[in-house]
Every structure is written in C-alpha cells, then in structure tokens.
C-alpha cells in the first residue's frame, strides 16, 4: 500500500450503547476522511420496534449526541459522516440531524437511504410466492402464522456511494451490513463497480473488521494480558486503498492494540463459513492475508472476491409472548444436590409445575458461587408474571442452605423471535432522499459495469448476477473447496509426551450470535500449533469440551491462513438472542468456555510460561 491513495474510515460505535465520547476521541486523535458508527443487531431491531409501539423514536439517539460534539469539525475537516443509527426510521433521524445542525447554525447536507423496511410489502412478496423460508428452520412465514414486529432488508454499500456523490456531509442509513459501512464509501472514493470484485471483497473485510470498535483494538481479547492500558483502549480505523487492501491501525496515543492476533480474533466473529455473503460481493475470507507492519498497525491482503449472492438477507422479528427468569446463587458444598433441591421446591410452588409453561429452563453454571438460573416462557403474560416469580420467593426458607436470589422478583416482559430470511435483490429497490427530495433511485446493491442494473437516477434495475453459489445453500459440510487448490495440510506433531492443560493455553477463541446459532472461531499462532488444533478439535471433540453443543449439528469450516477454525452450533440459542433461555443468550462468553477445557496437547507446543 505504500505510495497509494488511502482512504481512513474511522468507526465510533460497535453497539448501541458505546462509548459516547467515541467520534469526537475519532475526530480530534488524528486525521480521518470517513467517520462511521454501527448501531444496529438483531436484536436492536427489535427493541427499536418495541420503542416505536409505545411512542418512542425508532432510531439510536445516542448517534444525536455523539454527532453534537462532532459535526462543526467535520464540516471544517470535510469529514464525511455515515451511520446505520437510523434503525426503523432514518428519515425521522435524518430530520433530527437537521434540525441539531440549524441549532448549531450549521448547514450540513444530510441524506439518509431508505428501502430496507419491507413490513408492508410482505402481503404482496408472499402473493407473489415468495415465503419468506426461515433458513434455519425451513418453515414458511405463512405456516407459522404470526404477525411481523419488523422485517428489513440487508442493503449493500451502493445508496451510501449514491448519497456521498450527491454531496451529502451526513448519510444516515437503516438496515444496511455492517460492512456497508466502509464499503460504500469505498465505491464513492475509487469509483468501484459491480466487477471489482476483489477490491469490494477487500472493503467488505475490513467494514467487518472495525465494525464492532474496540473489538479490533484488544478488546475482549482472548489474551488480554498482552494489552496494554485496554481501559483507555482506542477505536479502530482502516486505511483502505483502492485495490481493497487495508491497514488496521488507531490513533496514537489510545490504550489497547492492533495486532495479527487482535485482527484475526474479530475476522472470526460471527461469521459462517470462508465465503462472506454480502449484498455487493462474497468475500473469500480464506484468502486473506495478515502481516504486522508496524507498531498498532496491520495490513490485510490478496482478498479475493465471488460474484454475490442472488439473494439479499432478511431479518423479521415478532413478538413471541412473554418471559421472566429468576437467578439463586449456590455455594459451598453438594451444590448439584443443593441445585436439584431448589428445582423441586420451586416447581411444587407453581400450579402445573414445569408443564404449564410453552418454555421452562433450568441452567446450573459456574461455581463459587454457582448460579441456578429458571426461565420460564409462554404466551399467558400472568402465568409467568409476578405469579412465577413469587412461587420462587416462596421456597427462600425452605430451600438448600445458603439460599439467596440475585434477582429480585419481578413482571414478565414480552420477548421477540427472530425469523432470518431470504428474499431475490431484484425485488428490492432503494432511495436516496435529501432535503426530503429522492436525490437517486436504484437496486440495493452494485451491479457489474455495464448490466442492466447499472440504474441511473430514477430508474429501478434488475440484479442480472449469477452467484457462485445461493444464499441458502453456503456450504455445510466440514472443508468447503477454497477458491484455488489448498496446500497440503501440515502433519501434526508426532506422537511424544503431552500436558493436560486448558485448551487456551495455546489457542484463543471469540463467539457470538447468529440469529438462533452461535459461531466459535478459534485460533492459533504457529503453524505447528496449527497442525495439532486441526486435527485434534474435531466437530466431535468440540461437543465434549462443550456439554451444551452435544446432541446439536455442529459446522466446521477450515481457514488455515488464520490457523484458525471456525464452528457454527445450530440451535444452542434457540429462537434467538431475545427467545433464548441461556444464562449467555449471544454466546459471548462460549469461546472462553471452551478455551477453559482441559485438552491434552504435546508438550512442544506448551509455553514455559504456562507452568
């Protein structure tokens, strides 16, 4: 990348509900062009449906403030700003854009891309024989009879270049990928097209891996220990060049660190298998090359892109009816015993015990003290109300020894089910609006150069892209085949003397959610290591070191050139994050469950320092 032509896309916001000093730490740490924030997950979609029923904005309006600190420099700078904080209702944050700048006596032109929300068209897309299939259950919408909270579309990249052409200082956008968010502005600066592949494939790696902020920069790092001053750690940038390649770095001066490790780590989150799929390009995340370049900075190279999909995602959420949960604390002594105890003395105090509820969960984890965790679901708000939860206080004297709750007893709350779908891109068209004008009209994605899809203002386009493979058919088998031949795997170490030790001694891991899946990548640092992690951590072997993924399918997908594996858990989070009865419902903490297992590795690949 030396001599090139860089574009530094900053990111202030992994999450809604991140720091908020974090764009103007962004704006005034060191020189940027782009500064971008990603609000938006499943299950925020959710709540902000949840927030618009009961009168409350559909939008992140901590992006509000966040912009406040901001926007007078970054009209000065000429720094552009593009975020997802528009959730349910980007023209309604748009207009708060506005009208915060007109009280600061700004000017700023402000767009937001619209398109995503497909609530009221799914009547026609279902006359017009499209189910809406959930892929991970392959029921239909019309047989599961229930009635959308929201359903949004995953818009590409392209509305947010659109908008930047038009002269917009401020992009506010719904549904879009995360990786939209650098790749858009990617398309603006260099002019991409639907046939570079390779560089949109590139962009889209690294919108992934600074979309989640301090992710990047040693955050929840497996080995934190290596991280210096992580409490003041800064937020992610990528220096994107016009092929794709990046360099991952953050500003000088800021706690926390860019490493091979710390990159890889957020390379592995939430993700499937090592094709990509996104609206504008599948990125081939088994090409990927990573190389410390220096202090806090990493360059990723020789990413290589597919054609997309033909489909684009969708996320439907409803509400599923209503949950509550208690937590006892258990310590001490015989605690599976103290643990069976307490089920029983609560189950006799609710009328029709654990069968009168559609869910009811017991989770025992941990220890010193261990946690007893009852969820209970179903549709009778009343049933698993105060009327649950006091059957639990009930037993406080005549319970285990030791009995206390960590909860104190509460109503039930209603929880939303997640419906991921698919729906062809060509159904979906969007919009550029400024100054409540439409400023471009066009598909939700880029298209080759020179396709029918290529739509100028005003016209809507038909996606005319064969994908190297559908959506919904990414492949589920243990080794997908690589886009060129894979070498030979190296052996693994010869058979010699071992040490029983946790398995992240020598291996980090970070998970998470995908809708009612949970991924686990984990990785190595040496080749050697390599070798014995591939063989030795089967789809088998991971259902031993993890109890609860036993019984359930399990992927495995292969991506030596991380040394590292990945596995997606059908199932263990049920429904999805908010229908989920796990103590972990987005299986945040399951990479370090698994890396405390104890494993039997070959002593030449233990570190002295482990002891």
């Known amino acids: 990348m030396v001599g090139q032509d860089v574009l530094r896309i900053a990111n202030c916001s992994g999450f809604y509900g991140d720091r908020v000093s974090a764009a103007r730490e962004m704006v005034e740490g060191?020189?940027?062009?782009?500064?971008?924030?990603?609000?938006?997950?499943?299950?925020?979609?959710?709540?902000?449906?949840?927030?618009?029923?009961?009168?409350?904005?559909?939008?992140?309006?901590?992006?509000?403030?966040?912009?406040?600190?901001?926007?007078?420099?970054?009209?000065?700078?000429?720094?552009?700003?593009?975020?997802?904080?528009?959730?349910?209702?980007?023209?309604?944050?748009?207009?708060?854009v506005t009208e915060l700048a007109r009280r600061a006596g700004l000017t700023p032109v402000v767009a937001h891309v619209d398109g995503d929300d497909l609530l009221g068209r799914l009547p026609e897309l279902m006359r017009s024989g499209h189910q809406l299939v959930n892929t991970d259950t392959g029921e239909t919408l019309a047989e599961a009879d229930v009635t959308p909270l929201t359903a949004h579309a995953y818009l590409g990249g392209?509305?947010?270049?659109?908008?930047?052409?038009?002269?917009?200082?401020?992009?506010?956008?719904?549904?879009?990928?995360?990786?939209?968010?650098?790749?858009g502005p990617g398309m603006w600066r260099f002019g991409w097209t639907g046939d570079d592949l390779d560089a949109l494939a590139g962009a889209v790696v690294a919108g992934h891996v600074i979309e989640c902020g301090c992710q990047a920069t040693g955050g929840n790092y497996a080995f934190f220990g290596e991280v210096p001053d992580l409490a003041h750690a800064g937020f992610p940038l990528a220096e994107l060049a016009a092929d794709g390649s990046a360099v991952i770095t953050k500003h000088p001066g800021t706690g926390g660190q860019v490493s091979v490790g710390t990159v890889t780590a957020q390379l592995l989150y939430e993700i499937r298998g090592p094709r990509y799929l996104n609206p504008d390009v599948t990125a081939r995340f088994d090409t990927i090359a990573l190389a410390q370049v220096g202090p806090d900075r990493v360059a990723m190279t020789g990413v290589r892109g597919e054609p997309p999909p033909a489909d684009l995602k969708v996320s439907l959420n409803y509400a599923g009816g209503y949950r509550n949960s208690m937590?006892?604390?258990?310590?001490?002594?015989?605690?599976?015993?103290?643990?069976?105890?307490?089920?029983?003395?609560?189950?006799?105090?609710?009328?029709?015990?654990?069968?009168?509820?559609?869910?009811?969960?017991?989770?025992?984890?941990?220890?010193?003290?261990?946690?007893?965790?009852?969820?209970?679901?179903?549709?009778?708000?009343?049933?698993?109300?105060?009327?649950?939860?006091?059957?639990?206080?009930?037993?406080?004297?005549?319970?285990?020894?030791?009995?206390?709750?960590?909860?104190?007893?509460?109503?039930?709350?209603?929880?939303?089910?997640?419906?991921?779908?698919?729906?062809?891109?060509?159904?979906?068209?969007?919009?550029?609006?400024?100054?409540?004008?439409?400023?471009?009209?066009?598909?939700?994605?880029?298209?080759?150069?020179?396709?029918?899809?290529?739509?100028?203002?005003?016209?809507?386009?038909?996606?005319?892209?064969?994908?190297?493979?559908?959506?919904?058919?990414?492949?589920?088998?243990?080794?997908p085949a690589p886009s060129e031949p894979a070498p030979a795997r190296p052996p693994p170490?010869?058979?010699?003397?071992?040490?029983?030790?946790?398995?992240?001694?020598?291996?980090?891991?970070?998970?998470?959610?995908?809708?009612?899946?949970?991924?686990?990548?984990?990785?190595?640092?040496?080749?050697?290591q390599f070798a014995w992690l591939d063989s030795y951590l089967t789809t088998g072997r991971l259902a031993e070191?993890?109890?609860?993924?036993?019984?359930?399918?399990?992927?495995?997908?292969?991506?030596?050139?991380?040394?590292?594996?990945?596995?997606?858990?059908?199932?263990?989070?049920?429904?999805?994050?908010?229908?989920?009865?796990?103590?972990?419902?987005?299986?945040?903490?399951?990479?370090?469950?698994?890396?405390?297992?104890?494993?039997?590795?070959?002593a030449e690949l233990v570190p002295a320092s482990s002891g």
């Open 327 to 479: 937590i006892l604390a258990i310590e001490g002594l015989d605690v599976a015993a103290k643990a069976e105890l307490a089920e029983r003395a609560i189950w006799a105090r609710v009328d029709g015990g654990k069968d009168a509820f559609q869910t009811a969960a017991v989770e025992l984890v941990g220890s010193e003290p261990a946690l007893l965790r009852n969820a209970v679901l179903d549709q009778d708000k009343a049933k698993v109300g105060r009327a649950f939860s006091a059957a639990v206080v009930e037993t406080g004297l005549a319970s285990y020894p030791g009995f206390y709750a960590l909860t104190p007893p509460g109503d039930a709350s209603m929880y939303g089910v997640f419906w991921p779908t698919l729906v062809p891109a060509d159904v979906v068209s969007t919009r550029v609006v400024i100054d409540g004008e439409p400023a471009w009209t066009g598909p939700a994605r880029v298209e080759p150069a020179g396709s029918a899809s290529a739509a100028t203002s005003g016209e809507v386009a038909q996606a005319g892209v064969a994908p190297a493979e559908p959506a919904s058919a990414e492949p589920a088998t243990a080794e």
């Open 30 to 96: 060191g020189p940027i062009d782009v500064l971008t924030g990603d609000w938006l997950a499943e299950l925020t979609m959710l709540l902000l449906g949840k927030a618009m029923l009961s009168g409350r904005p559909g939008y992140a309006r901590t992006f509000l403030a966040q912009l406040e600190q901001v926007l007078p420099t970054c009209l000065e700078r000429g720094i552009k700003i593009v975020a997802n904080a528009g959730g349910l209702d980007p023209a309604g944050c748009a207009a708060a």
């Open 493 to 528: 170490p010869a058979a010699g003397p071992t040490r029983r030790v946790p398995l992240g001694v020598i291996a980090g891991a970070r998970s998470g959610d995908k809708g009612g899946n949970a991924n686990v990548g984990v990785w190595v640092r040496t080749q050697t």
């Open 545 to 602: 070191l993890v109890p609860s993924a036993a019984g359930l399918q399990i992927e495995r997908y292969r991506l030596p050139n991380l040394l590292a594996v990945n596995f997606v858990i059908i199932g263990l989070l049920g429904r999805g994050v908010a229908a989920s009865t796990r103590l972990d419902p987005q299986a945040k903490a399951l990479g370090e469950e698994l890396r405390s297992a104890i494993a039997d590795i070959p």
């Open 158 to 183: 392209l509305p947010i270049a659109r908008a930047l052409s038009a002269g917009a200082d401020v992009v506010v956008t719904g549904r879009v990928t995360d990786a939209a968010l650098a790749v």
